[in-house]
């Protein structure tokens, strides 16, 4: 019994174990067919590592939006967060540990050492705060720059001081701070503390709108206003006498410019007519149309003052008639009328029937006519004076071009010109003031204004970004080589301000449509291309693998935190490549890319690098996975990276990151790029599809009218709004407990490999980011193969894994799946990989549990068959996969495989429990279990034994099936591997549609249609790899001029002949591409050669730009030959070739001999190519003299004047050679000509001529010379007489003798005393002269026997000389001017005049004052006028501080002769008196005369 | 009788006579108020000093301003840019990327005054006292300075106030009288252009950018114009378009690099 027993035990006990081994097995075939995740229970802690933990802390705290636990808290930060960026959009957070040196400091690993970058690397580095030491002082007088410490040395003028700016400590010389000047009031930001200090100077470690002395506000005085700060304006106030709060206020509540100027600060001065007393007889009044406190200083009388009152009016009764002239006001501020008198009065108002006198009281500007109508600012320019610059019209003469504009008035000369902006054919196209943006291509992204109208629509869908990236799937459109302009109307004239080079800024605009107009004003700036931001919002490598490691809710996080980062920067774009059609492939990732991609330079090493660095991120690599199945091989994951779309999008992001990958330059070329290169192994597909290529080459094109949008303001609120329904409900706990469940079920791995089909490693989404990252940025990367068996996944360690790869809820417990850690294996259908989605033992707590209590005869017989058929079955799963055949099958196959085996398996155990329960006498029954009724297998052992023999032969062959597909290869796992590169673009070699270099600059048509903009370097060597652009430095504004070359080009330059450049007398002849021939064009002295004494002027034209030489020697080495022009780089060379250059060229002439030479041009280019094959340039010279002499000036026609009583005339002739001359008075052969020249002998002078000499009797007022010449004298009277040359024609000239002497007719001043009150008197000398050849003269003075100096007017008649200045002041006293004048001819005459001169500087004086009946006289020392002030002009301290003709005028008494001076006196009045006499000498400024106050001194 | 009677009447028409010419004088002098003599103004010296060095010291504000504001308000400029042929002294600069500028001269105008001053004193020392002394010798009399030369630069909308301070005495006919200092007022923009410039200065190192069109249609009186180098410096060309003076001024800030 107790045996029995024991043997029950243990029984039991065996059947407990199988029991529990079979619920696992069978937990794991149910999961594996419903597919329902197992997850690992490693590491299933629940607690992120500590390492986890602080990339999680970073992650929520410094992803840029701040995560807190109250949703609301979160939608404040985030706004913050994005108002922060915005408002810094013009400046950016450069000093702060983000943004762009975040992203250079992820872009340069630790370990990077660039080569030398100079001041590039110490930008960065100053900024990113890492290396850059502080310079106080440069050697060339820089302040507070940063440099590496190793430049220090070199540049610094002291002692760097070992920290980057931003991290200087408090009292530093360099600091930065706001510099306050308490003298001036003014602020200046971000000045260094060394730099500001003095007396009364502070300053602030704030910025400017922090420190409240900074605060500008509206400063208003009496007549004006001002936008200043408060102390600036209390100083203001002061110097014009006045106030804060007592004649000057400052408020303010007024923060704006313009509001101060024009709007709610704008103070209208109170003006009116100020009368006064003219004195004439007719009893009128003068006036003048001044301010109150003006009148009131000059009159004393506060009633004399009419507010609002024109001068003409008829009731003031003064002389002043109205309307006399129109006028503008300084600064063109309004067309008014300006009476008699010169006052003004209304505006020009044609519409009124007084034209706006307005019965003479002022019309106010708001009542008076308005230039402006409707759409036309201009309406009633005819009519209207009213002008007004922020309408776009100033007054100004009239105009007829490019329009007419005038008032309707023809006799008025002035009108409101419009100020808009006009194209040459007249059309108005701006108004005044406006700027605009004009793009020479497209720019941003494909529709980007219709993204951003979507934003609000878009943002309201929380947590998705679908739609988002779907909108924009497209790509940066910004063409290589393009800048944006920012260009402005001012005055009528269009300004362009190119924004920085290589698309470092980009332009933006605003536009406001004024209401009820169709004028829409425009207002544009260049601004900072934030394009590094957008990549540096991407994760890093270190980052992408932490959150590889956090698992997918991580990763999804993070492309959350990204991408709503990304969309938030206006310079942005989330690009989504996805080009998996399925939910289980891999290849998807979001790439946050630049909206307005930036430029290249190329041209340098650093360049090329960055570029490469930058391009290089958006490299990467498909794997395609195929499997061998059933019925063949199939691909079964990344199957469409083989196809087009795969090379569409990836293009798309590689064209995005800058100039890179396959796009067009803004010319409309593709770039020397080659496209078969960036698509490995299955070469490029993107040129079958038209459409894609003619949208490439569509955004070269400027679209017209496209423009940036400026307005952060809504795209802050749109997005804002997102953000915050975005963030609703992701508290930083719950965020944190969704990256804890991630992490806890992820488990540990972190290794980059996958395993596929168990021994198959495959290179997963952390290798595709790595590499894409190729600086270590990697892409948010889903990487996930699927198996298509369904039941094995092969999960590659996906670098932030995207949650659309498998989609797990928010909060559930993501799946084994969604774990993207480690070395994931791929588990085949049937494998029986033990993984647990609970925490470990519960469920084998409740099995245990049950144990006790189920065990039974029917519980013992389902018992073995489970247990039977979970061996079983997991035998067979763990045979496919070991045999690796799992990814071959089908699911159904599978299916069917493992269920086979695991029926019989069950059937086989059972039978042989029963076997066992038989030999104990037990029954077995499998009772109300699942499978009761079915078999009884206590009761039917035979049936069981055939059963267990048949399930025997079903798992037999089961086996065999799998070893037969094992042996067919079945499941066999292949990769094919598509490679993306993402390179630099480069400029095409030649240009296919025919731009050329020099065309830089022109005929682009820009997106505002204009044509025309500066060629940048840039620009110029984008449109070939022929282009070198050459700075123009005369002309910076033009840019520089883009020239042809060809870096590759091996070719020399081609010469040919330059037509339009050649000496009159001289033609081209026999011209072909290798030389041609000078010759004389009329054979001229029957020679066509050049002689030894000429020269003549050719030139040549190269295909392109280079240098150019030339020798007589047609192999000559380029360097020995001589300069053409001086080897000039030039398109053009002219050359001139004498003669006696031919020594040059050859050795020797036979004298006499006509001798043909060539001169060998050859050519560089700018690659030093030279030219194919010298260019022979034929020349013929002709030692020996065939050419009659020639008078080297022109003689034949010359009429040479004499001067008066001239007898003899001494003509002298210089010649090309030596030669006999003669003349005659009449027109005879040279061998009857009576008269000899006096010849030089063989020598020429210095000037190479040779000189005939002749006296020519004078006997009559006019004398015929007649004049020829022979050549070769030393020839005379021996053999070759005959070989010299005479001239056929005589030269005539015609000698003309004066009809009369020069003379000086007057000489002005003579005789008197002049006085002067200045210190060096004007004094004008003037002489008239008559006579002589024509009566004209040049005449000279001296200055008491001084040096003879010109007139400084002369060569006439008339002749005046100013004396007063420089050497020609004078003195008091006595002076003697001698004058002395002579013609051309040579008459001469002089004459002297003298007088005294009195110099005046002292003031007069008053020496006698005294009341006379009520009339207060003065009497001064000399003859004066006299003025007064009662009371100071308005804004001056004291009342002496006028000037004379700013007092009122005194009378001077009859008969006193200026001595005597009287006016009204009041005796309650003080008189301040100044006196000036007739040489503006008056006492000083601020001081008087006299000052008479109530009657007395 | 009869001829007495006549004579008694050519007496007492005499005596009518005198009544009257006597009654006419007392009334006379009761109506009649004699000119109130008044102490004649005191001699205003015997040569005007003031007036006299006015040109001179006028002469030399223009030829310094004339000098400096194309050079960005310095004589002699040593951390410029040369553009166009000219030292343009950077106002405003940093030499490495992406940062906004720093100020080199956050005390501009107080630099310029002292630019002026510099330039004017030795020059009045040298030239305008001189030459004062000469045309006082020359009209006999006699200059003799006593002190130091001090002078003060003060700059204002439209104004250069120069103060001199220079004890001296003249003498002249026996006559002496003593000045201490004399006040200059020139008229020159060299103020509003300075604070143009630092307006751009301050609004460059704030925001990378000044928004010079903008500037002229609230300031029709100054054209800016903006010169871009390819090193990315800025050139600022302001023009008074009532004086013609231009101001030229160099800003390096928030430069771009090509590429990174």
Known sequence: MMKLIRKNYFESFFQIILLIVSIFAFSYFVSFAWEIPVVSAQQASGEPTKEQQSYLDELVKNSGFPIADNPEENANNAFDQLSRTQLQDYVGDMESDSGVFSFLSKLLPSTFTPPDWGNLLSGFLGQNGESAHTCPLSKDGKICQQYLPSQCEEKCAEECIPKPRSELPDGNECKLGTCFDKSEGTCQPRSPQGECTGQNIEWFDNSEEEVLECRKGCCILEEESLFMTSKQCEIQAASLGLEIGNGANFNSDITSEPDCLYGAGYVQKKEGACVFQSGDSNGENGCIFTTQDDCIGRTGDESKFHLNELCSKEELNTNCEKQKETKCLENGEGLYWFDSCGNREN?????????????????????????????????????????????????????????????????????????????????????????????????????????????????????????????????????????????????????????????????????????????????????????????????????????????????????????????????????????????????????????????????????????????????????????????????????????????????????????????????????????????????????????????????????????????????????????????????????????????????????????????????????????????????????????????????????????????????????????????????????????????????????????????????????????????????????????????????????????????????????????????????????????????????????????????????????????????????????????????????????????????????????????????????????????????????????????????????????????????????????????????????????????????????????????????????????????????????????????????????????????????????????????????????????????APRAVIVIDGLEELLPYGTTDYELNIPYNEPVDARWDNEDVPFDEMENEFYCAGAEEDINGVWHCTAHIPITSDETDVYVRARDHPELEGSERENERNTNEESAHVTLRRSSSALEIDSLAPGNIVIKSGALTPEIEISATTSGGADGTASCFLSIDGGKEMLFENSGGTSHTQVLGAGNSALSSGAHVINVRCRDEVGNSASKSTSFTLEIDRISPKITRVYNDNGKLVVITNEPVQCSYLNVPISGRASACNFKFDEGNLMNVEGGSEGLIHNTNLDNSRTYHIKCQDSYKNEIGIGECNIVVKEGVI | MAKKISNRGQVTIWIIIAVVLVASIVLFFLIYQEPKLIKPAESEGVFDMQSFLDSCVKEYVEEIVDIIIPQGGFTKPENYKIFDNTKIEYICENIGFYEPCIQQHPLLIREIKGEIGNYIVPRIESECLPELKREIEKRNGEIEFLGPLTLSVDLGEDRVYVNVEKESKITKNKETRKYKEFKFEVINPVYNLASIASEIASQEAQYCYFEYVGYKILYPRYTITKFSTSDSVKIYTIEDTKSKKKMNIAIRGCAVPAGI
């Not at chain 1, 007419?404 to 008035?409: A, G, I």
């Not at chain 1, 009528?492 to 004028?519: F, L, N, Q």
């Not at chain 1, 975005?726 to 965020?735: D, K, S, V």
């Open chain 1, 347 to 1187: 505006i020009y108002d044609a519409s009124r029937s007084d034209s706006g006198w307005n019965e003479g009281d002022v019309l106010p500007l708001g009542e008076s006519c308005s230039v402006g109508e409707g759409n036309n600012p201009t309406a009633n320019q005819g009519t209207c004076g009213n002008c007004n610059r922020f309408f776009g019209n100033v007054c100004g003469e009239k105009t007829e071009e490019p329009i007419e504009q005038k008032l309707d008035d023809d006799t008025q000369d002035y009108v409101c010109l419009d100020l808009g902006c006009y194209d040459p054919e007249g059309n108005r196209i701006r108004e005044h003031g406006t700027s605009w943006c004009a793009y020479q291509s497209d720019v941003g992204l494909p529709g980007a204004e219709q993204i951003s109208s979507n934003f609000e629509i878009i943002n309201l869908i929380p947590g998705e970004f679908g739609p988002l990236s779907d909108l924009a799937a497209g790509r940066a459109t910004d063409s290589v080589g393009s800048r944006h302009f920012r260009k402005s109307c001012i005055d009528g004239k269009i300004v362009t301000d190119p924004c920085a080079d290589y698309r470092g800024e980009i332009c933006v605009e605003e536009r406001i449509k004024i209401p009820g107009s169709e004028i829409e004003l425009s207002s544009a700036a260049c601004r900072l291309n934030r394009w590094q931001e957008c990549l540096a919002y991407n994760p890093d490598q270190k980052q992408a693998q932490l959150i590889g490691k956090a698992g997918p809710m991580a990763g999804k996080i993070a492309e959350f935190l990204t991408g709503t980062q990304c969309w938030a920067d206006p310079d942005c774009f989330l690009k989504k490549v996805d080009v998996a059609t399925g939910s289980m492939d891999s290849f998807h990732f979001s790439y946050c890319a630049p909206k307005y991609p930036p430029g290249f330079d190329l041209s340098t090493e650093e360049g090329r690098q960055s570029a490469e660095q930058i391009c290089g991120q958006a490299s990467n690599e498909c794997t395609m996975v195929y499997v061998t199945t059933l019925s063949g091989k199939e691909c079964k994951a990344n199957c469409e990276c083989g196809e087009i779309e795969f090379e569409k999008k990836m293009n798309d992001l590689c064209v995005s990151l800058g100039d890179c990958g396959f796009k067009a330059n803004y010319a409309g070329e593709l770039g020397g790029i080659d496209i078969q290169q960036l698509v490995s192994k299955e070469g490029a597909k993107i040129f079958i599809d038209p459409l894609y290529l003619a949208a490439l080459f569509s955004h070269a094109n400027a679209i017209p009218g496209e423009y940036i949008k400026a307005d952060y303001g809504a795209l802050q609120k749109n997005i804002g709004g997102g953000v915050s329904n975005l963030l609703n409900g992701f508290g930083e706990g719950p965020l944190k407990g969704l990256l804890g469940s991630g992490l806890g079920l992820g488990g540990g791995g972190g290794l980059p490999d996958v395993s596929l089909g168990g021994d198959k490693a495959v290179k997963g989404g952390y290798i595709a980011a790595g590499a894409s990252g190729g600086l270590g940025v990697a892409m948010l990367l889903g990487s996930k193969i699927a198996s298509a068996s369904g039941g094995t996944i092969a999960v590659g360690p996906a670098l932030a894994n995207i949650p659309v790869t498998i989609a797990p809820v928010e909060g559930s417990i993501p799946s084994s799946i969604a774990i993207t850690n480690g070395p994931i294996e791929i588990t085949q259908g049937g494998e029986a990989v033990i993984t647990y989605a609970g925490p470990p033992g519960a469920p084998g707590a409740g099995a245990t549990q049950s144990a006790p209590f189920s065990i039974g005869p029917s519980l013992s017989a389902f018992s073995n068959f489970a247990i039977g058929a979970a061996i079983a079955g997991a035998a067979t799963s763990f045979l496919i996969d070991v045999l690796g055949i799992g990814p071959g099958l089908s699911p159904g196959v599978v299916y069917g495989l493992v269920g086979t085996a695991a029926v019989g398996g069950g059937v086989m155990t059972v039978a042989a429990g029963s076997a066992i329960a038989a030999e104990g006498g037990a029954s077995a029954i499998v009772g109300s279990y699942g499978i009761s009724g079915l078999i009884n297998v206590g009761t039917a052992g035979i049936l069981q034994s055939a059963m267990a023999t048949i399930m025997a032969g079903a798992v037999a062959v089961v086996i065999i099936l799998i070893i037969v597909f094992a042996v067919a290869g079945v499941g066999k796992v292949e990769e094919k591997k598509i490679k993306f590169e993402c390179k630099p673009w480069e400029p095409p070699i030649i240009s296919l549609i025919g731009k050329k270099c020099e065309d830089c600059g022109k005929n682009d048509v820009l997106s505002d249609g204009s044509r025309e903009f500066p060629c940048s370097k840039y620009s110029c060597e984008t449109i070939s790899q022929q282009c070198e652009f050459i700075p123009d430095s005369e002309r910076p504004e033009v840019g520089g001029i883009c020239v042809t070359v060809d870096n590759r080009d091996t070719i020399g330059p081609t010469i040919s002949v330059l037509e339009d450049v050649l000496t009159d007398e001289y033609e081209y002849r026999d011209i072909s591409d290798r030389g041609f021939e000078i010759r004389k064009k009329d054979k001229r002295g029957g020679e066509e050669c050049i002689n030894q004494f000429e020269s003549v002027l050719f030139g040549i034209s190269l295909n392109e730009y280079g240098r150019c030489k030339l020798s007589s020697e047609e192999n000559a080495d380029f360097d020995s030959m001589s300069d053409f022009e001086g080897g000039r780089l030039a398109q053009k060379h002219t050359y001139t070739f004498r003669e006696v250059d031919s020594e040059l060229f050859v050795e020797s002439l036979s004298p006499g001999e006509r001798s043909d030479i060539s001169l060998y041009v050859k050519c560089e280019d700018v690659q030093e190519n030279p030219s194919r094959e010298p260019f022979a340039i034929n020349l013929c010279i002709v030692p020996r003299d065939v050419s």
